[in-house]
Each structure stands twice: as structure tokens, then as C-alpha cells.
């Protein structure tokens, strides 16, 4: 029976440890957990702040590159825009120069029959005043053979023969030129006044193919840089007319005379398709 009293006793004694043990463990527990549930929550609210900062920060910053960057944009596109604009101007303007522009020393006039002249190299050479030996300088490309002439006497009233060449740089366009000795001796003929001269070339036509119209449209320009008269060399008929008014006959080309010139003065000769210019021969008469 005692044996059973301090049994009981030393199992109740235990219970009563054992209760007291786990109570104040829970407490802790709990403590460390509602501790570690705000530091938890503490630092989802850190992490969420920075997160949201930093997303802000990021949309802000995009944001601000993209307005900046459309603003950099238009900018970029107004000046482009203005440059255009600008090169478009100056491309008008150089294709309005390009159209035509005779060289100092030409008449205003196409078909002036108190200038008649063309040019060579820039400079301008007049029939009745401008020697062989003038062309000769001007840089006209006579061949080696046309220079041994210079030195040839030409009686007075004479003409010389016909100095037929290419214009420099061209295939397809020819110059021809006569010289006269207007004065009562015998002179060189390097001496000899131009008395005609005559330009002729191939030209596009529209019964020819591209490539091949492509190739003589060069080629005239090519001559144009040497050679030029008081018009162009793309010269259409209406537009001689216009500038020169009705020619004074039509029988052998489009030509203009002072009264009493039968084989003087200016003669065009322009395609029958296009109108273009071929051909012009100007001639003073003696």
C-alpha cells in the first residue's frame, strides 16, 4: 500500500513537470513565431516596397526614354525633312540651270544674223572675225594633217577647203568649218577668217531602242561640254521659232537670211519625229 502511495505520487510529480515543460515551450514558440511572422512580414513589405520602387522606377525610366527618344526622333526627322526640302530646292534649281545657258558672248537671240557665232572649249569664235589660228588656240581638234595647212597661201577672196573632225570626247558629233581670205593680198591660211561653220550628230529618236537612245543622249552631252552655240544642242524647232520668230524660208531647212543671202545666214535641219536638232550650218556671205 505505501509502495502504491509513492508510486502515485512520483507519477504525479512527473505529470506535473511535464505539464509545466511543454506550456512554457509553446509560449516561446509562439512568441518566436509571431516574432518571425512579422519579421516575415516586414520583410515581404521591404521586398515589396523595393520591388514596387523599383518597377515604378523602371516604367518611369522607360517611360521618360521612350518620350525622350520620340522627341529625339521627330527632331531627327524634321531636320532630315527641312534638308530634303532644301537638296529638292537645289535640284530644281540646278536642272533649271542645266536646261540652258549659252556662254558670254552670245546673242540672246538663237538665229542672230548680226552674231554669228559658236563656241569651243568655252570660247566663243565669230564667223568674220575669228582666224584659223584663233580655233586653233580655242583648243577646236583639228588633225595633224588640218595643222599642216596653216602655213598654206589662200588667194584673196578665196575660201579654204572643208575641215571635217569629231568633237573631242564624242562619237557621233562632227564639226565642219570653211576659212576665207577677206582681204585684197595673199595670205596664210592660218591667217583666214572663219567663214561657216557647220554641227551635226547623231541624235535619240524615238524609233530607236532605249539602250541604243540611251547612248546617243550621252554622247550629246559629252559634245555639249566642247562644243555650243547660242542655243542648245537638244534644240527643238517650235522652240527656235519662239525665240526667233518665223524663219524666212523652209525649202532646204528651217533657215534665216538678210535679204540678198542665198547660201548665208542660218540653216536647221531637225528631226521629223522628234523636232530635235541634227543638223546647223551658219555662213556668211562674200
Aim: aromatic share 8%; with cysteine; net charge negative.
Amino acid at each position: 500500500m505505501k509502495k502504491s502511495i509513492i508510486a502515485a505520487a512520483l507519477v504525479a510529480s512527473v505529470l506535473s513537470i511535464t505539464a509545466c515543460g511543454p506550456a512554457e515551450n509553446i509560449e516561446v514558440a509562439e512568441e518566436n513565431y509571431d516574432a518571425a511572422e512579422e519579421t516575415t512580414a516586414a520583410e515581404t513589405t521591404e521586398e515589396t516596397t523595393e520591388a514596387t520602387t523599383e518597377e515604378t522606377t523602371a516604367e518611369t525610366t522607360t517611360e521618360a526614354t521612350t518620350v525622350v527618344t520620340t522627341e529625339v526622333t521627330t527632331a531627327e526627322t524634321t531636320e532630315v525633312s527641312a534638308v530634303t526640302e532644301v537638296s529638292g530646292n537645289a535640284e530644281k534649281k540646278d536642272e533649271k540651270t542645266e536646261e540652258f545657258k549659252a556662254t558670254e558672248g552670245f546673242s540672246s537671240t538663237y538665229a542672230d544674223l548680226d552674231n554669228r557665232a559658236f563656241g569651243y572649249n568655252g570660247k566663243v569664235l565669230k564667223l568674220g572675225e575669228s582666224s584659223f589660228q584663233d580655233l586653233v588656240d580655242a583648243g577646236v581638234p583639228f588633225s595633224e594633217d588640218d595643222l599642216l595647212d596653216a602655213d598654206n597661201n589662200v588667194k584673196s577672196g578665196n575660201t579654204s577647203d572643208y575641215y571635217t573632225l569629231h568633237v573631242d570626247d564624242s562619237k557621233y558629233s562632227n564639226l565642219q568649218l570653211v576659212f576665207v581670205n577677206d582681204t585684197d593680198t595673199n595670205i596664210k591660211l592660218k591667217e583666214c577668217k572663219l567663214e561657216m561653220a557647220r554641227w551635226w550628230a547623231m541624235i535619240p529618236r524615238p524609233t530607236y531602242d532605249e539602250e541604243r537612245n540611251a547612248e546617243l543622249k550621252a554622247d550629246l552631252e559629252a559634245a555639249a561640254k566642247h562644243v555650243s552655240f547660242a542655243f542648245p544642242l537638244t534644240l527643238t524647232k517650235s522652240e527656235l521659232i519662239a525665240n526667233s520668230g518665223d524663219p524666212t524660208d523652209e525649202k532646204l531647212g528651217t533657215e534665216y537670211k538678210n535679204p540678198g543671202e542665198v547660201y548665208g545666214g542660218y540653216r536647221f535641219t531637225f528631226d521629223p519625229d522628234s523636232e530635235v536638232l541634227q543638223d546647223v550650218s551658219i555662213e556668211l556671205l562674200y
